[in-house]
């Protein structure tokens, strides 16, 4: 699934985002890009919610 992330700006958001992610349970990150990420998850509301909890607002790609 691919998620949208508002709030990325540089690399170091980049590699925030994807430690939060990886430290998600179930979560498997495929990729991390400014502005969104492609994952593997069975809870998608658990990435939403370790991303908010690092700073980041996300949602779901339509």
Do not use: N
């Not at 349970?25 to 370790?50: F, N």
């Amino acid at each position: 699934m691919e998620l949208k992330i508002d709030g990325m700006h540089c690399g170091a958001c980049v590699r925030r985002v994807t430690q939060a992610l990886e430290k998600t349970p179930g979560v498997q990150v495929e990729s991390v890009v400014i502005g969104a990420a492609v994952i593997g998850a069975a809870d998608a509301e658990a990435a939403l919610a370790a991303l908010r909890k690092a700073g980041f607002a996300a949602r779901l790609a339509p």
